[in-house]
Each structure stands twice: as structure tokens, then as C-alpha cells.
């Protein structure tokens, strides 16, 4: 089965070809508008889209050297996202599927990030994801292939707006993230002591708006810091701070499930400290699944494969299928 798989959610336009459980061609264009703005604008992100989605499809067919009728089925994220952006993948996925008649599904693109660690595998269930992105910092249990209920998500801001929203301070351009990574480098965590959110034992919920406020006003001179301290001793502490809070939830969230089997994705996942931290916890009899640095981000392979496991199970969407801003994965987006 060839599958061609769209992601048009956010800031990159995405798209790849999988056949037959491999990964044929990709490629990802990640739009520059946004840098001087410190965050996505919206907007902006729907237009380029509508610029660029053409080319980029043109571009991985002709690198997977096959034909668009050699494809099998296409796989769109249609949700959650921003709508303009979201729209442009969807509508463009639409029409491509009925020139070509064949069949087309709407992917979530929380789900889509499971599959960019998971790929061709068969969802091990049973198993924990956690989604660490910009958009989102989520955690489910997985007991079925493809089902997933909610153990605990962020009540404000996401693990990786709060890098953004930090680096932005800093003078950074977004994403910030990788910033504050290089800057944290040549820091000091143990200078600058930043509050884990929602620290309570048994609690599975994140915050991290009370975490960028502290950084903020840290950064600012508003709260004041016992010794000297540089950008880079912030940087660090941020980002330690940030690994921290989340391998706290997944030690809860398998206390809580006893299940030791990981999937952690998403962006963030991209940190090298919060990689580090995660894969030590193979030590201790946990399975950690995480996907190649190159996948953590946003990226057509982890909407094709999640596509390829929707098609197989025949989990086809109608065509009226809608582009949705919100869309839980625990609300079984694909029943019909
Ligand atoms: O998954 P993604 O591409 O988009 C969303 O679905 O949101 O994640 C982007 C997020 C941004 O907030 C970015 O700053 C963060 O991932 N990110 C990182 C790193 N690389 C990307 N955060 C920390 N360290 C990194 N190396
Ligand atoms: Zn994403």
C-alpha cells in the first residue's frame, strides 16, 4: 500500500509517501514568515501554506520516482490546529483523493506525533504517550491500537510555548526552543531555582504559566537571584526545570497505570536534556519509544504511517470530513 500523507497544521508544510511499512520520500518546508514575530501568526501561516503545498507534493512524488496514480490512499491532519492552516492540507488532500479516486483520511494530529515514533510498528499496547509540542503537552493511555483516553494535559501554556515564549524574551526568534538549548549549554541550572507546576503527588495535570512568569521576572530583575547569573544560567535552569516537571508526570502517570511502556513525542521531544532524562528510564525496566530527532517535529511521515495503520483498518473519512481547530484524541475522532 502506497500512502501519501499531508501536514499543513501549523508552520510547515509536510508532506511523504510510505509503501508497504517503509519510507519512501519526505520532505518538510518550515515557513521563515514567523521568526521576527516571536510565535506563529496565523494568518500568515495559511497564506504560505497555499503558497507552498503544491510544490512540496510535487516534489516528494517525483523523489519517491513513482506516479500520483501508483498511490494507494492519502492521509491529512485535520485537526487539532490552526483552521486557515489546517484547511489548505485538507482541501488541497480532497481534491487530489477524488482526481485520483482513491480513499482519503482525516488524521489527528496528536495521534499523527505517536506515529512519529512508532512508524510501521504495530501500537504496543499497552502503552503511555506523552505529546510534547508547542501546540500541546498531553498524556494518554493506550490499551487498544488506536484508542486512547486522557490521563493529563496542560491547563495553560504548552512545554514548548514556554521555551518559545522564554527565548522570545531573550531576543530569540521563534522557534525558540532550540535557543534556549544551545544557550543552556554554557549555563548553570543550580544557579536559578524555577517552580515545578502542579506539583502535587497523584496529579497528572501540567502547568507551565506559572514557570514562564518565574523566568520571566527572574530574566526581568523583578524577583531577585541570590548570586550573579547569566542568560545562559537562565536558559539552563528553564530547560532543566521544564525535563524535570515532565519526567515527574510519567513517573506518576505509570504509578498510577502500572504500565511501563513509553511513547514520548512532539517537538520537545528534540531536547537533548529531556531525551537524555527519558532514555535513562530504560534503566529501570521502563520500554522507551521515542521517535529520531529528525521526527520530532512537525512532519508529513508521522501523518502517512499513522495513515497507513487508519487505511488498514478501514477507518476511511466521509468526504464532507470537516478541518477541526479542536479535536480531542480521546473523543474516537474516526467514529462514523
Ligand atoms: O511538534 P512541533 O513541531 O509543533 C507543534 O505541534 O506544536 O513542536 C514545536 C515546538 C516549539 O515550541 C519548539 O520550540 C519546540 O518544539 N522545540 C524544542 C526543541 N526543538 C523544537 N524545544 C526544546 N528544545 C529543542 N531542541
Ligand atoms: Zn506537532
Not at 25 to 36: C, E, F, N, P
Request: glycine content about 10%.
Amino acid at each position: 500500500m502506497t500512502v501519501l500523507g499531508i501536514e499543513t497544521s501549523c508552520d510547515d508544510t509536510a508532506v511523504a509517501v510510505v509503501r508497504n511499512g517503509e519510507l519512501i520520500a519526505d520532505t518538510v518546508y518550515s515557513q521563515l514568515v514567523h521568526q521576527k514575530w516571536g510565535g506563529v501568526v496565523p494568518e500568515l501561516a495559511s497564506r504560505d501554506h497555499a503558497k507552498k503545498i503544491l510544490t512540496t507534493v510535487r516534489t516528494v512524488v517525483e523523489d519517491a520516482g513513482i506516479e500520483l496514480s501508483d498511490l494507494d490512499g492519502i492521509a491529512v491532519t485535520s485537526g487539532p490546529g490552526l483552521l486557515g492552516s489546517v484547511l489548505v492540507g485538507v482541501t488541497f488532500a480532497k481534491a487530489l483523493s477524488w482526481m485520483l479516486d482513491i480513499p482519503i483520511v482525516g488524521i489527528n494530529h496528536i495521534e499523527a506525533h505517536i506515529f512519529g515514533a512508532l512508524l510501521d510498528r504495530k501500537p504496543p499496547v499497552p502503552f503511555i504517550a506523552m505529546i510534547v509540542s508547542g501546540g500541546h503537552t498531553h498524556m494518554y493511555l493506550s490499551e487498544k491500537p488506536g484508542e486512547y483516553s486522557l490521563l493529563g494535559k496542560t491547563r495553560d501554556d504548552a512545554a514548548g510555548e514556554t521555551f518559545d515564549k522564554v527565548a522570545k524574551f531573550l531576543g530569540f526568534p521563534y522557534p525558540g526552543g532550540p535557543h534556549i538549548q544551545k544557550l543552556a549549554e554554557k549555563g548553570d541550572a543550580s544557579k536559578i531555582d524555577l517552580p515545578i507546576g502542579m506539583k502535587r503527588p497523584g496529579n497528572l495535570e501540567f502547568s507551565f504559566s506559572g514557570l514562564k512568569t518565574a523566568a520571566l521576572n527572574v530574566g526581568k530583575g523583578i524577583t531577585p537571584v541570590e548570586t550573579d547569573f547569566t542568560p545562559e544560567d537562565l536558559a539552563a535552569s528553564l530547560q532543566e526545570t521544564i525535563a524535570d516537571t515532565l519526567l515527574l508526570k510519567i513517573r506518576e502517570a505509570m504509578k498510577q497505570t502500572d504500565v511501563k511502556r513509553l511513547v514520548v513525542s512532539g517537538g520537545v521531544v528534540a531536547n537533548s536534556l529531556f531525551r537524555r532524562k527519558i532514555e535513562e528510564l530504560s534503566q529501570e525496566g521502563v520500554e522507551v519509544i521515542l521517535p529520531l530527532r529528525k521526527h520530532c517535529t512537525d512532519n508529513g511521515v508521522m501523518v502517512a504511517f499513522a495513515g497507513a495503520f487508519r487505511l488498514e483498518k478501514g477507518d476511511l473519512s466521509p468526504v464532507s470530513f470537516p478541518a477541526r481547530p479542536v479535536m480531542p484524541l480521546d473523543k474516537n475522532p474516526y467514529a462514523r
